[in-house]
């Protein structure tokens, strides 16, 4: 199946910072999430947005999704040390499978 | 809470050996997956399935097969362990059907297997 990738690959930030993260994929979708991985709690969903909608919020975290570019992109507000992670997009190709890529490693120092 | 958990966290194998990793979920859900985690590689899919009894074909199943004779419990077998199988394996488990959730995955801990 076709990957995901996301860009860039690292990003260190220093605490308090906003930090952004992009996403690219090559086919059509049903939705795209986005996924956290850290060394103790994990793989963690984080956030999903239909192929229908181009903005969606929860919490610190806004992500966007324009279908036409095939992109994405997942904002962290006002990041946190906890909030070093490696983040993951996850487009849902029309099989209903998610298409993973190699991830974004966001180290955000105090 | 949903949880999914796996039978071991870390596990140490020989080449050749017949190696069974576990998976069980407590959230009811139909699908059921298991990947591979791969330096630079992301996930990769091996098998899933949808239902009890039923198996599907990921991008890699060369080399593995599996079992799911409970709805709860799916089983990820490497029928002859070789060194290229030294990776971090993640089981997730999902609704099936869009009206109940989203289709998002809930993932295990993993086991990091090492094939020597």
């Known amino acids: 199946s076709q990957q995901g990738e996301e860009d860039p690959q690292a990003l260190s930030i220093q605490e308090g910072e906003n930090a952004t993260m992009n996403c690219s994929y090559k086919t059509s979708i049903n939705n795209l999430q986005w996924y956290r991985q850290n060394s103790g709690r994990g793989l963690v969903h984080l956030i999903l947005i239909r192929s229908n909608e181009r903005e969606k919020h929860s919490g610190r975290l806004r992500v966007t999704l324009d279908t036409s570019k095939k992109s994405s992109s997942l904002l962290i507000t006002a990041s946190r040390a906890a909030d070093t992670a490696s983040y993951f997009c996850?487009?849902?190709?029309?099989?209903?499978?998610?298409?993973w890529g190699a991830g974004t490693k966001l180290i955000i120092k105090p | 809470d949903v949880k999914v958990t796996q039978s071991s966290r870390y596990l140490v194998k020989r080449t050749g050996e017949k190696v069974f990793l576990e998976c069980v979920q407590d959230m009811d859900h139909e699908n059921m997956f298991w990947y591979r985690q791969d330096p630079g590689l992301g996930l990769r899919l091996i098998y899933f399935s949808y239902d009890v009894k039923m198996k599907e074909k990921g991008d890699i199943p060369e080399g593995y097969s599996v079992s799911r004779e409970k709805k709860e419990r799916f089983s990820l077998i490497l029928e002859s362990a070789s060194t290229n199988q030294t990776s971090m394996y993640l089981c997730?488990?999902?609704?099936?059907?869009?009206?109940?959730?989203?289709?998002?995955?809930?993932f295990g801990p993993g086991t990091r297997l090492t094939v020597t």
């Open positions: 997730a488990s999902s609704f099936a059907d869009p009206g109940q959730g989203t289709y998002e995955q809930y």
């Open positions: 996850a487009p849902m190709d029309s099989n209903y499978q998610l298409i």
